[in-house]
């Protein structure tokens, strides 16, 4: 198969379930190499969790004949880059960390192997919004769900009491009680829209039905200026823009700061939100609840994410059946998910993980909440499907570059977001995808 048929198919497996199955051209899950219990193997695995090989450890003690080892890489679009490099030199490692928005680039590259074969009966342990992001096709799959990171809604507890707030359950009461708390106390805002948290828009995009890129025939379709995203991108616009909320990114001393003291009452996050707020507003430990996000139709249910990744096996590797054993216990085996848990800090994608083990227990930042986990296990199973494609870091980034100018200058949303599509169609077109206009 001529190299740029073979991409352009590998590409047309991130879309959403229901497309057609593809034949991987590259090796599969069950193809050549050593099997599982046929002997001494060796894998090598690229990772970035912290304590991942605490986790990996227990596997070895376990399984003689199959050793894993833990190389600690980076994290992001510098792993992307690295492993496609690696790939393309036939050097890759057997096992990979992934994101889920980066594996259609992987995949597009012919990095990732097709393991479906090898992992039967999996696909009922995760929530389908979440093993949809790893399983192209409907038949391919080509990493198995490690943690994810549903949105959810916190708040302080003890100032909503105090202003007499409710906790919105649909986003036009959100928006209601940021007005309402502005004319109560003006120099103090629900939240803050933050231009430098790509991740978080994609995430209020999918929960409101957006499908960034999908795929007919031989053709992308991008639509990051959709309806939905276009609702979302409004919504926050138009809150900015009065005033409602404050504009200034996340993650700063500024925005700790007003997280600290109470200027701000609100975050829009994901659940591992409690780690970030216990360095970024310490003093406020044990005043904050969580809460579903709010729905754009009173009594929906439904969450977007933010963060998560898998574990993918590569086309190199030599021994696709013991590297696809191993990602199932990594990310089933009630011992690995423990040690996940607790070892690597991660929230497991796996449903039996979420409210067990180290997730047995509220987080200590949220010791006012004792059901956190549980609450969290039931919003995690509501994660909408999202639908990634080749290039979501060069999405990402000209978000960053239009939505930080729009934040500021508190107008231009609209524009911003038709600013991103177009970047993101003219980088697919030149990389040679065919996309439809």
């Given at each position: 198969m001529p190299h740029t048929m073979r991409r352009s198919l590998a590409a047309a497996t991130a879309v959403l379930l229901g497309a057609t199955a593809l034949t991987a051209c590259g090796s599969s899950g069950s193809g050549d190499g050593a099997a599982a219990g046929s002997g001494p193997v060796s894998l090598t695995y690229w990772a970035w969790a912290p304590g991942m090989d605490k986790v990996v450890a227990l596997w070895n003690a376990e399984h003689p004949d199959i050793k894993v080892t833990v190389q600690k890489q980076a994290s992001g679009d510098d792993l992307v880059t690295k492993i496609i490099t690696a790939a393309k030199a036939h050097k890759a490692p057997d096992l990979v960390q992934a994101e889920y928005q980066a594996l259609p680039t992987l995949v597009s590259n012919d990095a990732l192997a097709d393991i479906a074969p090898d992992v039967a009966g999996v696909k009922d342990k995760f929530a389908p919004g979440i093993w949809q992001q790893t399983t192209?096709?409907?038949?391919?799959?080509?990493?198995?769900?490690?943690?994810?990171?549903?949105?959810?809604?916190?708040?302080?507890?003890?100032?909503?009491?105090?202003?007499?707030?409710?906790?919105?359950?649909?986003?036009?009461?959100?928006?209601?009680?940021?007005?309402?708390?502005?004319?109560?106390?003006?120099?103090?805002?629900?939240?803050?829209?933050?231009?430098?948290?790509?991740?978080?828009?994609?995430?209020?995009?999918?929960?409101?039905?957006?499908?960034?890129?999908?795929?007919?025939?031989?053709?992308?379709?991008?639509?990051?200026?959709?309806?939905?995203?276009?609702?979302?991108?409004?919504?926050?616009?138009?809150?900015?823009?009065?005033?409602?909320?404050?504009?200034?990114?996340?993650?700063?001393?500024?925005?700790?700061?007003?997280?600290?003291?109470?200027?701000?009452?609100?975050?829009?996050?994901?659940?591992?939100?409690?780690?970030?707020?216990?360095?970024?507003?310490?003093?406020?430990?044990?005043?904050?609840?969580?809460?579903?996000?709010?729905?754009?139709?009173?009594?929906?249910?439904?969450?977007?994410?933010?963060?998560?990744?898998?574990?993918?096996?590569t086309t190199d590797s030599k021994h696709k059946k013991a590297a696809a054993q191993f990602a199932t216990w990594l990310n089933t085996d009630p011992v690995a998910l423990a040690a996940l848990a607790k070892e690597s800090g991660i929230y497991p994608a796996a449903t039996a993980a979420q409210t067990s083990g180290a997730l047995a227990k509220a987080p200590d930042y949220f010791a006012n909440q004792p059901d956190f986990y549980t609450r969290a296990a039931e919003i995690a199973k509501t994660t909408a499907p999202a639908a990634w494609g080749p290039n979501v870091n060069v999405a990402y980034t000209a978000f960053k570059d239009e939505f930080g100018k729009a934040a500021k200058a508190k107008s231009g949303f609209d524009t911003a977001l038709t600013a991103v599509q177009s970047a993101t169609v003219t980088d697919l077109r030149k990389q040679g995808f065919e996309v439809a206009k």
């Amino acid at each position: 198969m001529p190299h740029t048929m073979r991409r352009s198919l590998a590409a047309a497996t991130a879309v959403l379930l229901g497309a057609t199955a593809l034949t991987a051209c590259g090796s599969s899950g069950s193809g050549d190499g050593a099997a599982a219990g046929s002997g001494p193997v060796s894998l090598t695995y690229w990772a970035w969790a912290p304590g991942m090989d605490k986790v990996v450890a227990l596997w070895n003690a376990e399984h003689p004949d199959i050793k894993v080892t833990v190389q600690k890489q980076a994290s992001g679009d510098d792993l992307v880059t690295k492993i496609i490099t690696a790939a393309k030199a036939h050097k890759a490692p057997d096992l990979v960390q992934a994101e889920y928005q980066a594996l259609p680039t992987l995949v597009s590259n012919d990095a990732l192997a097709d393991i479906a074969p090898d992992v039967a009966g999996v696909k009922d342990k995760f929530a389908p919004g979440i093993w949809q992001q790893t399983t192209f096709g409907g038949e391919a799959v080509y990493a198995l769900p490690q943690d994810s990171g549903p949105l959810m809604f916190f708040y302080r507890q003890d100032l909503f009491k105090k202003y007499g707030l409710s906790v919105p359950t649909t986003w036009e009461e959100f928006a209601a009680t940021a007005r309402d708390l502005k004319k109560k106390a003006p120099k103090q805002s629900l939240t803050t829209f933050s231009a430098n948290d790509s991740g978080l828009f994609a995430g209020l995009a999918q929960q409101a039905g957006a499908a960034w890129w999908t795929f007919e025939g031989d053709t992308w379709k991008v639509g990051i200026d959709d309806a939905a995203t276009r609702k979302v991108s409004d919504f926050w616009g138009g809150l900015v823009a009065e005033g409602a909320i404050d504009n200034q990114p996340m993650y700063t001393p500024s925005w700790n700061k007003a997280m600290n003291t109470g200027e701000q009452l609100a975050w829009v996050s994901a659940v591992w939100a409690p780690g970030t707020l216990t360095t970024a507003a310490p003093d406020t430990k044990g005043k904050w609840a969580m809460a579903p996000l709010p729905q754009w139709t009173e009594g929906g249910s439904s969450t977007g994410s933010w963060g998560g990744s898998s574990t993918a096996v590569t086309t190199d590797s030599k021994h696709k059946k013991a590297a696809a054993q191993f990602a199932t216990w990594l990310n089933t085996d009630p011992v690995a998910l423990a040690a996940l848990a607790k070892e690597s800090g991660i929230y497991p994608a796996a449903t039996a993980a979420q409210t067990s083990g180290a997730l047995a227990k509220a987080p200590d930042y949220f010791a006012n909440q004792p059901d956190f986990y549980t609450r969290a296990a039931e919003i995690a199973k509501t994660t909408a499907p999202a639908a990634w494609g080749p290039n979501v870091n060069v999405a990402y980034t000209a978000f960053k570059d239009e939505f930080g100018k729009a934040a500021k200058a508190k107008s231009g949303f609209d524009t911003a977001l038709t600013a991103v599509q177009s970047a993101t169609v003219t980088d697919l077109r030149k990389q040679g995808f065919e996309v439809a206009k």
